[in-house]
T-cell receptor, first 109, second 115 residues
Framework: RKEVEQDPGPFNVPEGATVAFNCTYS??????FFWYRQDCRKEPKLLMS???SGNEDGRFTAQLNRASQYISLLIRDSKLSDSATYLC??????????FGKGTRLHILP | EPEVTQTPSHQVTQMGQEVILRCVPI?????FYWYRQILGQKVEFLVS????????KSEIFDDQFSVERPDGSNFTLKIRSTKLEDSAMYFC?????????????FGDGTRLSIL
C-alpha cells in the first residue's frame, strides 16, 4: 500500500457541482493531515488542516477517519477558480512529510 | 502577509557543476524544509532543519546534497555535482513549529534545469 494514496483523477465537473476527494494513508502513527492545492507549475498552498472532529471553512469541508486511515475533502458550489491539483499531505511523528500524487480538478463553465 | 522567498526563480546549470538554491523563510519561523518536484510527479520531501541542524532527511538527500543557514535569514540547499535527474522544481518551506503541529508555508520554488 502506498504511503499516501489519492484518487488518480482528473475530475471534470460543471461549475456549481459538489466535488469529493479521497485520500488514504498507510502509517497508523501519522499525526497531522492537511489538504494543499497546487496550481499548474506553482508552489503548494495550504488549503486547510484536517482535524479529527472534521472541520469546515466556507465551501470546504475536511474529514478524518483514523480507524480507516482515510481523509476526505468536499468542495461545495464549485467555482472556476477551484480548478487546481489537490494534494493530500500526511505528517508523521518523525517530522517526515508525505505528499500524495494529487488529484487534478477541472471546473467546467 | 509574510511569505517565503526563493532565488533564483530559474537556474540553468551544466551537469557536474555545483548549484546553490537560496531561501528566506518567514522571519519568526523555526523549522525549515526543502522539497523537490520533478515535472509531472509528486512533491517529495528532501530535508527538515531546526536549530542549525538537520532533523530529518529522505533517501533522496544523499551526500551530494547539503543545507546551511549561513546567517540569520537565509537557508540554502547545495547540490555538489549536479546530475541530469536533479532537474526539478525545488521548494523551500518554513513553519513556526514542527510540521506535525503546524502547516508549512511554501516559497514560489526554483526551477533547476541541468544540461
Amino acid at each position: 500500500r502506498k504511503e499516501v494514496e489519492q484518487d488518480p483523477g482528473p475530475f471534470n465537473v460543471p461549475e456549481g457541482a459538489t466535488v469529493a476527494f479521497n485520500c488514504t494513508y498507510s502509517n497508523s502513527a501519522s499525526q497531522s493531515f492537511f489538504w494543499y492545492r497546487q496550481d499548474c507549475r506553482k508552489e503548494p498552498k495550504l488549503l486547510m488542516s484536517v482535524y479529527s472532529s472534521g472541520n469546515e471553512d466556507g465551501r470546504f469541508t475536511a474529514q478524518l477517519n483514523r480507524a480507516s486511515q482515510y481523509i476526505s475533502l468536499l468542495i461545495r458550489d464549485s467555482k472556476l477558480s477551484d480548478s487546481a491539483t489537490y494534494l493530500c499531505v500526511v505528517s508523521n511523528r518523525d517530522d517526515k512529510i508525505i505528499f500524495g500524487k494529487g488529484t487534478r480538478l477541472h471546473i467546467l463553465p | 502577509e509574510p511569505e517565503v522567498t526563493q532565488t533564483p526563480s530559474h537556474q540553468v546549470t551544466q551537469m557536474g557543476q555545483e548549484v546553490i538554491l537560496r531561501c528566506v523563510p518567514i522571519s519568526n519561523h523555526l523549522y525549515f524544509y526543502w522539497y523537490r518536484q520533478i515535472l509531472g510527479q509528486k512533491v517529495e520531501f528532501l530535508v527538515s532543519f531546526y536549530n542549525n541542524e538537520i532533523s530529518e532527511k529522505s533517501e533522496i538527500f544523499d551526500d551530494q546534497f547539503s543545507v546551511e543557514r549561513p546567517d540569520g535569514s537565509n537557508f540554502t540547499l547545495k547540490i555538489r555535482s549536479t546530475k541530469l535527474e536533479d532537474s526539478a522544481m525545488y521548494f523551500c518551506a518554513s513553519s513556526e513549529e514542527m510540521h506535525s503541529n503546524q502547516p508549512q508555508h511554501f516559497g514560489d520554488g526554483t526551477r533547476l534545469s541541468i544540461l
